[in-house]
């Protein structure tokens, strides 16, 4: 018997947009969030019978209640999908849809399975960050790790520490040019098609209809920025606006080998080359993608100098400038975020791994001379995932 590796192809991806937590999406529950997306990632690939998909995994950070059940499986029983295909759900905090999708990726490769479907959720109204979190009194009795560990903001004004050319008019500067990206890209229509607009119920307003990232600031300022407080230290650097916000949201991809891309007539939009994960020092986890970054273009063959664009979470602005100065990137590189990030549309924690593969994804098309992408993100206790991938549109025009 012959094994080979298989090439993976990303041949979708949706998201609902963002809600601001509190908000319009507050009172929806995350499964239904869900099925929405899984249900337009069906209708957008009719070629794909849905009983092909081999396997569906699922990530939520706080898997309770809505959120909670096995929702890898619960999910698409309830979206209508076939009883046959099954499905798991999958936790690696922030990098929980990363991980769906390069764990599918790997069963795919190994020929376990043809077709796959990916998905990440948070309400982040409905399971606030570290509820019912129990987490084992040794990590501090023995100082496992630093009490900042836990605290995401405070991991972030560590980060400044660490690297005092990391300024706050940096990590501002930065953040503004989140929010100038993103109002552009939703005025050129690139983010648009790919947002699923989901019914927004209220007891208090009644219905609605959301259509757009909710938390956007288009108008934000420098001056405004320069002015917010500082809740994770006293005279810190870390604020709100130049932090991913607390939202709500999920997210979709759907996965398959290249051949069977090919027989089913679906579209192949970007190939993965290579992904890593890696840890770090727990109190400087935005650090992460540093590492992760370093094992991928490792495993690849590549170099940085290889990487025509950048889709970069941005959990907090310092953060990515420890990635871009790491790598000697400026900070207002037009081949990184290219239609804005987090700090403008929000980061559904588990979510957000696939929302920067379907931003590639865009980009590539936008971007036909680029040849190789990365999606890079940092991961609470820790971690950085990464994962590198091939614009087959770029492939093709050079054929
Ligand atoms: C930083 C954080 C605590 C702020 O939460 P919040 O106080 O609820 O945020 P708000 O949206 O209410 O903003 C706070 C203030 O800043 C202002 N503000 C926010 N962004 C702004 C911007 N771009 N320009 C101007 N003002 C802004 C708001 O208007 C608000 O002002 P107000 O107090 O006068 O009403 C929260 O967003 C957070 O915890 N973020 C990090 C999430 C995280 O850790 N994720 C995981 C990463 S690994």
Same mark, same amino acid.
């Given at each position: 018997?012959?094994?080979?590796?298989? =090439?993976?192809?990303?041949?979708?991806?949706?998201?609902?947009?963002?809600?601001?937590?509190?908000?319009?999406?507050?009172?929806?529950?995350?499964?239904d969030l869900v099925v929405r997306i899984f249900r337009e990632i069906l209708r957008r690939n009719p070629q794909l019978p849905p009983e092909r998909i081999d396997d569906i995994a699922v990530a939520a950070a706080t898997q309770t209640g809505d959120q909670g059940?096995?929702?890898?499986?619960?999910?698409?029983?309830?979206?209508g999908i076939p009883r046959s295909v099954p499905g798991y759900s999958i936790d690696r905090m922030c990098a929980g849809a990363m991980t769906a999708v390069t764990t599918l990726s790997s069963g795919i490769m190994a020929g376990a399975y043809d077709v796959a479907l990916a998905g990440g959720v948070e309400s982040m109204?409905?399971?606030?960050?570290?509820?019912?979190?129990?987490?084992?009194?040794?990590?501090?009795?023995?100082?496992?790790?630093?009490?900042?560990?836990?605290?995401?903001?405070?991991?972030?004004?560590?980060?400044h520490d660490r690297f005092p050319q990391l300024t706050k008019q940096r990590a501002d500067a930065y953040a503004l040019g989140s929010q100038t990206k993103t109002a552009h890209a939703y005025a050129e229509g690139w983010i648009q098609?790919?947002?699923?607009?989901?019914?927004?119920?209220?007891?208090?307003?009644?219905?609605?209809?959301?259509?757009?990232?909710?938390?956007?600031?288009?108008?934000?300022?420098?001056?405004?920025?320069a002015s917010l407080k500082t809740p994770f230290r006293p005279h810190g650097r870390v604020t709100a606006g130049n932090s991913s916000g607390l939202t709500d949201g999920a997210t979709a991809a759907l996965l398959a080998s290249e051949e069977m891309a090919d027989e089913l007539g679906l579209a192949k939009r970007m190939r993965m080359v290579s992904f890593a994960f890696a840890g770090v020092e727990p109190e400087v986890m935005g650090v992460g993608p540093v590492p992760s970054t370093q094992k991928a273009l490792e495993s690849a063959g590549l170099t940085i100098g290889d990487i025509d664009l950048f889709e970069i979470n941005e959990a907090f602005a310092v953060q990515v400038l420890a990635?871009?100065?790491?790598?000697?990137?400026?900070?207002?590189?037009?081949?990184?975020?290219?239609?804005?990030?987090?700090?403008?549309?929000?980061?559904?924690?588990?979510?957000?791994?696939?929302?920067?593969?379907?931003?590639?994804?865009? =980009?590539?098309?936008?971007?036909?001379?680029?040849?190789?992408?990365?999606?890079?993100?940092?991961?609470?206790?820790?971690?950085?995932?990464?994962?590198?991938?091939?614009?087959?549109?770029?492939?093709?025009?050079?054929?």
């Open positions: 018997m012959s094994r080979m590796l298989r =090439d993976v192809v990303l041949v979708d991806a949706v998201r609902t947009p963002f809600g601001r937590a509190g908000s319009a999406l507050a009172e929806t529950r995350a499964d059940m096995t929702l890898g499986r619960s999910a698409p029983l309830l979206a109204s409905r399971h606030p960050m570290g509820q019912g979190m129990d987490p084992n009194p040794r990590f501090l009795a023995e100082r496992l790790v630093d009490t900042d560990a836990l605290i995401m903001g405070a991991t972030a004004e560590n980060l098609p790919d947002l699923v607009p989901v019914a927004a119920r209220s007891a208090e307003h009644g219905w609605g209809l959301l259509t757009a990232d909710e938390a956007m600031r288009p108008e934000t300022t420098l001056e405004g920025l990635f871009l100065d790491h790598f000697g990137i400026p900070d207002d590189d037009p081949r990184v975020n290219p239609m804005g990030g987090a700090i403008a549309v929000g980061h559904p924690l588990a979510s957000s791994g696939i929302r920067l593969m379907g931003n590639l994804m865009r =980009d590539f098309e936008r971007t036909p001379s680029a040849r190789y992408g990365l999606t890079t993100m940092c991961i609470g206790l820790g971690m950085g995932g990464t994962v590198i991938w091939e614009n087959i549109g770029h492939t093709e025009s050079a054929a």
